[in-house]
Structures are given as structure tokens and as C-alpha cells.
């Protein structure tokens, strides 16, 4: 190595005329949520109260500031009414330090979330009049009349049907929302939509700077319209896509009022909503008087102190309001699941009985049975040659990448006017196509790769296109391989009804058990969330690309972003019909009324047809009609919640900050005992004794135990029968869960269940799951 002595002097030079010294590196601020638990002031607020609470904040994130930083310019939020805290441009330093004051609870990155819904990339409510059929509930809670249900989300196209207030009376003297549209005066409130606010602040702050577009409630995504829609919109006659599913397009509470939230924009590297973003508009919500939260976005499991989605819906659930939240789509890998507070309503994604089914014909009379919702369709009396999408490779692609139909990786030459055979994976399902339509092909069949399995999703491609399972697809590479002159044809998609098993679980639906706290089972129940047809934005095509010149009223997604709010609308029946419930109460009549039978009465399957288990379905697939009648319920209160807390080893100080109430965590406390609708134990070693409590909501009446013991464990419960002689009658019981054989029990977890049952009908049925240490 040649080593240079420069000249002290010609040094100096370059420094000062060049700049060439060293300087430290600045870094750059980030934007941090500091929480500082509840509010303890009343919740009759002036404009004095508000603005004393964010003066409170600028003083203490000043006490720690230096120089010329001013933490009127870092704070980019105050939250003032429910939640306390602020969000913040920090250095790390900073940040770290007050971490470290005792009235801090937690102090985490603005990070962004994503979500849960696949919008035809890799990753829908009218339901033949509804598919959840619950005419019976619907009756007896009027629609949902005047419950308010609030959506996080990519905000709302207010100018859809789904959102008319016809048959609506005036808005509910409850409500204290606006309708945030100085900066979009086309934006337009009604008697059914009746607020709307957009938040992007935290957003910005990760980003950089917004132009006055996103100044707006108004929906430019779709996802949002549809997930509204699917909780709450009105009746609308004669809906579909492109004439397939074609009915009567209602929400869950379809004459509930309902309020948009936007918290969720263009992504960027992935992420779209962000946390500063969504604590805003949990407080805001709370203050607006919103009764049912459906949150269908989430992150990666985090513990609940560093979960802005957690902590905003604890602060809701304290307050009465009930908050569904999706399970993701990072399935079907194990400890997955996301949204996994006990006091949330965590919902996994399965299909209906209804299929849009599209047929691959070849040559040979073979039928390959597919789903679509291709807005074209190729001429039946017509026969077009077959190509496998290896076989059309540009010269400087892969086999590997040009069967993924990426762009860029198909020969025009070889592909036009033909039907291309793509695999599933990587790039977005949609995208396949249209690289198969920019190169030239009449139309695309698109092959389940092997962990894909059975699991199929109809998409509005632009070309007719049909989407096939894994052995069908293995199957027809193989005739195109092997045959010199493979032709044939698709044929136009269908509504098909009736269909035969249903449900099976979404491959995507994400899984248990909860990394992050798993002694409480999530998720809770599944829903429908495969092709989902409800209201979507007129701004953006049916893909949601660019290049999509399309506009239709109504949309076909997937995702556990369309089974959350289909809970949501359920959860605001039974608000109307039980205004006295508490939320915790509401999750266990969902759960303990829910049903793990397909309607081939076998146990619900997952997309490789083997049985799911409640690591996919929590305690099964939601019946509505039953669900207003559940007997029995487990409740919870919030010192039951902060016990569960303590009981996780959570820091003692950080818990009474949580709440706004005066709490010390009990000398001794278990989660065995949390009084939770289903019963988990994700380490046992001998035996176990758990508690829990039930409350009649029902007619007098006496339960009797009967127990499905998950294998090589005996499960007894004490006493054997509850005796209830009124309603709001209170009973404990005990169950004993006891691993039978050391050497005969399994390393693996295990299912069983209790049902409590009287002589009325009620099936009071709680998950038991246990994994022998």
C-alpha cells in the first residue's frame, strides 16, 4: 500500500475552497409516536381544553429538546381528546431519552402499515342478496337502523348508491363528526354518509411533502369504498361486475349511518398507512361517537405498547365501541396473524357457496374448471393455439421468469394470437395479464404454482382470462409440452350458486398462533372475504392500474380487508339489537355461536383440502342469526384487560398510565384465566387449571358440559351443569386440562372443545387448544 503525506497548507486550501474536511453526519430526524397513555379529563371539551393539552405537550418534548429546536415545528400531532400523546420529527438520541420518563409509555417509529386486501395483485358486500344469509337478524335490528359504523381506511366515494340516505330519517343526536371537505367542496355528506375526515400528517412526515390532492376524504383506491359498503351500504338493486354476480347489493347494517376515516394513501415501499395517522383518527372516532370500527389494514405483530392499531382500539373499546379488525394476508404460513389484542375482533378470510367459473377447453375434450371475471370473452366456435409461457421467452429472459409472465420477459413473435399459460407468483395475478395483452395474446390461463394449491380468485383481467388450480394447471403444462399443436378455448365466466364445499379457508387468510402473546387464540372467527363484489371508486379502474380505462359502480376484491367488514356489519345488528352489551360480550356471542362445518357438513377444509384448524378459522365461520341469541357469554372488563397486561409481564407503570382509572396489578394473576370465549394453553406440562365466567343473557334455563378432548389430553369440567334462574345471572366453572401420556402426546398443538348446551337450542362453544410442553 502507497501511502501520501499531503502538505498542512494545501490542506487547509482544499478545505477552505473546496469543502473536502471532515464534518460529523447529521442524521436526519424521524417521526415518533410518544404515548402517554389516557386523558384524565372529562369528556365535555372547550377549545381551551384542547388547546391546554397541546401546550402541555410542546413544554414537555421542550424539556428535551437543545438549541434552536422548537417543538412547535416537531410536533406535527397533539392527540388531545381520549388518546395522550403527541407524534413527533426526533432525533434518535431524543426519542431514547424520552423513552426513559416515567410518565411515558411507550415511545415508537411512525411506521407504515399496509392493507389487507390482495386487489388482484398477489395477493368482496352483495352476496346473492347476501350470501351471509341473516334476514332473520336484519329484521329484528331494523337494518342496524342508527348504529354509526366508522371505517379506517383509503376514505369513501360519496357519490355511490351504497351511500344514498334514502328511507333514512335525521341524523342521530349522538353524532359530534364533520364533513372534511373545505378542500374538496364536490365532497358531499348525507344523512347516510354522515362524516367523513381524512388524516395524513404522519404520512407526509415519512414521505415528504403533499400537494393539496390529498386534501380529501374522498376515495381514489377503491378499497375503502368497499369495505364501507360491505358494513353499512344501503340497498341497491340490480348490482354486479360486468353482469356476474348480479343481485341486490347491501352492507351488513344496511340502514346504519356510517363515517369514513382516511388514514391510508398511495403506498410507498410497500407501506400506506401510517401509525401518527392512524392513533388520529382512532381519537377523533371516539370523539365523533362512532359505535362499530372496522380496521382493515395491519402490520407485522408487535407488542401492544408499539401498536398504534392496539392501542387506539383499546382507548375505543374503554369507551363502548366495538373495533373488527383483519387477521392479514400473509397466509398460509403459522404465526402470521396480525391485530392480536384480546379486546379486538380479529377476523381470517374463507369463501362462500357462490363461484364466477370460467373453463380452459383443449384439444383433447378436456375441461379445466377456472374462475374469472373478465370484462371479455374469446368466440366459443373458435379454436386458438396454446403456448406456455417458458416456451415464449424473450431472448434475454429465464424459463424460470417468462413462466411468471414478468414484464419484459415475453417474445411479441411468438405469443400473438395465442392463449398464453402463466404461473402463478411473484407479480401481481393482474399484471400477468396484461403482459400477456401487451404481447399480443387473445387471452391467459394462469396456473396455481404448488403452495397455491385450490385456492382460486376471479379478477377483472382486460383479456379473457381464466385462473385454474395447481393439478389442473400441472395437467395442462404437461398437454402443451407434449402435444405439437395444443389449441383450445375459454369460455365466457358464470355465477354459479350452490356451491359444494363452503366454506374452505383463503390461502392468504393469516394464521396463529399469535407470536406475540399466544395465550390468547387468534384469530377470533373467519368470514367471508374470497371475490367479493361491493361499491367501489369511480377514480380508478377495476385493477387499480393505471393503464385500466375502465369505471364500474361495483368490485370484485379478496382479502381479510373484505371479511372485516362483513363482521363489522353483524357487529352493528347486534348493537342495535343489544345496546346494553359490551364489546367483549358482542365477540363471544360471534364466537361461541360460530359453526367449523362446511355445508357438506365435514369440517371446514383449508385451500389444500385438508381440515383447517382453529389456527385458520379461530372459533369458525360467524352465523348471524344465532349469534343474537348466544345463550351464554364470556365477558370482559377493562381492569380484566389491564390484568392480562400484567399478567404478560408488562411494566407496572407503563399499565396505569394505559388507563385513565387509579390500577395496580394484583399480587397474583394468570392469562389461564382470563376470561376469554376460548381457551388456550400454549405450554402445558402435567396439568392446568383454568377458570372462567358466564353470564345468562337468555331465558332461564340449565347448561350441561360435554367436552371433544384434542388428542392425548383429557380435558373435565367442574360442575358439569350451570343452573341460570334469571337473566344477568352469573356462574363459575373450571376446567382441568391434564396431558394424559407424556410419551403418547404430540409435540405439536392440539384441538378439542367445550360446549355448554341446554335443553333451547343454545351451543355454547368455546375452542380448546393446548400444546403439550
Not at 154 to 167: Q, R
Request: aromatic share 8%; charged share 20%.
Amino acid at each position: 500500500m502507497r501511502i501520501f503525506i499531503l502538505n498542512p497548507s494545501l490542506f487547509l486550501l482544499s478545505c477552505l475552497f473546496f469543502s473536502l474536511c471532515y464534518r460529523p453526519t447529521i442524521a436526519a430526524k424521524k417521526s415518533y409516536v410518544v404515548y402517554l397513555g389516557a386523558h384524565s379529563h372529562g369528556p365535555e371539551l372547550s377549545a381551551v381544553d384542547l388547546h391546554r393539552v397541546t401546550e402541555s405537550h410542546y413544554e414537555f418534548l421542550g424539556s428535551f429538546l437543545h438549541g434552536n429546536d422548537n417543538p412547535e415545528d416537531a410536533i406535527f400531532y397533539s392527540y388531545t381528546r381520549h388518546i395522550n400523546g403527541f407524534a413527533a420529527k426526533l432525533d434518535d438520541a431524543v426519542a431514547a431519552e424520552i423513552a426513559k420518563h416515567p410518565k411515558v409509555v411507550s415511545v415508537f417509529l411512525n411506521q407504515g402499515r399496509k392493507l389487507h386486501t390482495t386487489h388482484s395483485w398477489e395477493f368482496l358486500g352483495l352476496e346473492r342478496n347476501g350470501r351471509v344469509e341473516s334476514n332473520s337478524i336484519w329484521k329484528k335490528a331494523r337494518y342496524g337502523e342508527d348504529t354509526i359504523i366508522g371505517n379506517l381506511d383509503t376514505g369513501v366515494w360519496p357519490e355511490s348508491k351504497s351511500f344514498s340516505d334514502e328511507g333514512l330519517g335525521p341524523i342521530p343526536s349522538k353524532w359530534k363528526g364533520i364533513c372534511e371537505n373545505d378542500k374538496d367542496a364536490k365532497f358531499l355528506c348525507n344523512r347516510k354518509l354522515i362524516g367523513a375526515r381524512y388524516f395524513n400528517k404522519g404520512y407526509a412526515a415519512a414521505v415528504g411533502p403533499l400537494n393539496s390532492s390529498f386534501d380529501t376524504p374522498r376515495d381514489k383506491d377503491g378499497h375503502g369504498t368497499h369495505t364501507l359498503s360491505t358494513a353499512g351500504g344501503n340497498f341497491v338493486a340490480k348490482a354486479s361486475v360486468f353482469g356476474l354476480g348480479k343481485g341486490t347489493a347491501k352492507g351488513g347494517s344496511p340502514k346504519a349511518r356510517v363515517a369514513a376515516y382516511k388514514v391510508c394513501w398511495p403506498p410507498v415501499t410497500g407501506n400506506e398507512c401510517y401509525d401518527a395517522d392512524i392513533l388520529a383518527a382512532f381519537d377523533m372516532a371516539i370523539h365523533d361517537g362512532v359505535d362499530v370500527l372496522s380496521v382493515s389494514l395491519g402490520g407485522g405483530p408487535s407488542k401492544f405498547f408499539n401498536d398504534s392499531t392496539a392501542i387506539g382500539s383499546f382507548h375505543a373499546v374503554k369507551h363502548g365501541m366495538v373495533v373488527i379488525c383483519s387477521a392479514g394476508n400473509s397466509g398460509p404460513t403459522d404465526s402470521t396473524v396480525s391485530n392480536i389484542a384480546p379486546w379486538q375482533i380479529t377476523v381470517g378470510a374463507s369463501t362462500m357457496d357462490r363461484d364466477f367459473p370460467s373453463y380452459v377447453v383443449v384439444s383433447n375434450n378436456k375441461r379445466y374448471k377456472g374462475q374469472s371475471l373478465s370484462s371479455k370473452g374469446l368466440p366459443s366456435n373458435k379454436l386458438f393455439p396454446l403456448i406456455s409461457a417458458a416456451d415464449a421467452k424473450a431472448a434475454n429472459a429465464s424459463t424460470e421468469v417468462a413462466l411468471l409472465c414478468e414484464a419484459g420477459t415475453l417474445d411479441p413473435k411468438k405469443v400473438k394470437g395465442k392463449i398464453l399459460v402463466c404461473l402463478r407468483g411473484d407479480n401481481a395475478r393482474i399484471d400477468k395479464g396484461q403482459q400477456a395483452l401487451l404481447a399480443g395474446a387473445v387471452g391467459m390461463v394462469l396456473a396455481n404454482a404448488q403452495e397455491n394449491g385450490n385456492e382460486l380468485l376471479a379478477d377483472p383481467h382486460l383479456l379473457p382470462a381464466s385462473h385454474i388450480n395447481f393439478t389442473d394447471g400441472a395437467d395442462l403444462f404437461r398437454d402443451v409440452n407434449s402435444t405439437k399443436r395444443p389449441v383450445g378455448y375459454l369460455t365466457r365466466a358464470t355465477t354459479e350458486l350452490g356451491l359444494k364445499p363452503a366454506p374452505i379457508m383463503a390461502a392468504f387468510s393469516s394464521k396463529g398462533p399469535s407470536s406475540v402473546a399466544p395465550e390468547i387464540l387468534k384469530p377470533d372467527i373467519t368470514a367471508p372475504g374470497v371475490t367479493i363484489i361491493a361499491a367501489y371508486t369511480e377514480a380508478a379502474g377495476p385493477t387499480n392500474e393505471d393503464y385500466d380505462r375502465r369505471r364500474i359502480p361495483f368490485n370484485a376484491l379478496s382479502g381479510t380487508s373484505m371479511s372485516c367488514p362483513h363482521v363489522s356489519g353483524i357487529v352493528g345488528l347486534l348493537k342495535t339489537l343489544h345496546p346494553e352489551w359490551s364489546p367483549a360480550a358482542i365477540k363471544s356471542a360471534i364466537m361461541t355461536t360460530a359453526s367449523i362445518q362446511d355445508n357438506n357438513k365435514g369440517q371446514i377444509l383449508n385451500a389444500s383440502s385438508y381440515k383447517a384448524t382453529p389456527f385458520s378459522y379461530g372459533a369458525g365461520h360467524i352465523q348471524p342469526n344465532l349469534a343474537m341469541d348466544p345463550g351464554l357469554v364470556y365477558d370482559l372488563t377493562e381492569n380484566d384487560y389491564l390484568n392480562f397486561l400484567c399478567a404478560l409481564g408488562y411494566n407496572k407503570t407503563q399499565i396505569a398510565l394505559f388507563s385513565d382509572k387509579t390500577y395496580r396489578c394484583p399480587e397474583y394473576v394468570s392469562t389461564a384465566n382470563f376470561n376469554y370465549p376460548s381457551i388456550t394453553v400454549p405450554k402445558l406440562s402435567g396439568s392446568i387449571i383454568v377458570s372462567r365466567t358466564v353470564r345468562n343473557v337468555g331465558s332461564p334455563g340449565t347448561y350441561i358440559a360435554r367436552v371433544r378432548n384434542p388428542k392425548g389430553i383429557s380435558v373435565s369440567v367442574e360442575p358439569r351443569s350451570l343452573k341460570f334462574l334469571r337473566v344477568g345471572e352469573e356462574k363459575n366453572f373450571k376446567v382441568t386440562i391434564k396431558v394424559r401420556k407424556v410419551r403418547a402426546a404430540t409435540k405439536d398443538y392440539v384441538f378439542g372443545d367445550l360446549v355448554w348446551a341446554d335443553d333451547k337450542q343454545h351451543q355454547v362453544r368455546s375452542p380448546i387448544v393446548v400444546n403439550p410442553a
